[in-house]
């Protein structure tokens, strides 16, 4: 069974950082390409960003561009997701995904339960 932990979520101050991390268990996260999904109370969930599953191709949503950075360890079986100069409005639950395509974010295959990010004063 494919398994994702999401992990490294909380509450930080605006302007803060965090490190959301996402493990895999079960298989081998390096055939896939991962996405992370974010839900903000009352919105719908809202693609953040994807890495294909060498890591060679990474894309961002307008509104994280420049702040958040998409990494992954296929050694560590683990994509890290660090997220800079955060906003209240990226306050959210964050979920990390297995996608079928290794090039891109399409047709989940597998959803993390989500993390939990609070930014607020």
């Known amino acids: 069974q494919l398994q994702l932990v999401e992990s490294g979520g909380g509450l930080v101050q605006p302007g803060g950082s965090l490190r959301l991390s996402c493990a895999a268990s079960g298989f081998t996260l390096d055939y896939y390409a991962i996405g992370w999904f974010r839900q903000a109370p009352g919105k719908g969930r809202e693609g953040v960003s994807c890495?294909?599953?060498?890591?060679?191709?990474?894309n961002y949503a307008d509104s994280v561009r420049g702040r958040f950075t998409l990494s992954r360890d296929n050694a560590k079986n683990t994509v890290y997701l660090q997220m800079n100069s955060l906003k209240p409005e990226d306050t959210a639950i964050y979920y990390c995904?297995?996608?079928?395509?290794?090039?891109?974010?399409?047709?989940?295959?597998?959803w993390g339960q989500g993390t939990q990010v609070t930014v607020s004063s």
């Open positions: 890495i294909s599953s060498s890591g060679g191709i990474t």
């Open positions: 995904a297995a996608h079928e395509f290794q090039d891109r974010c399409a047709r989940v295959v597998s």
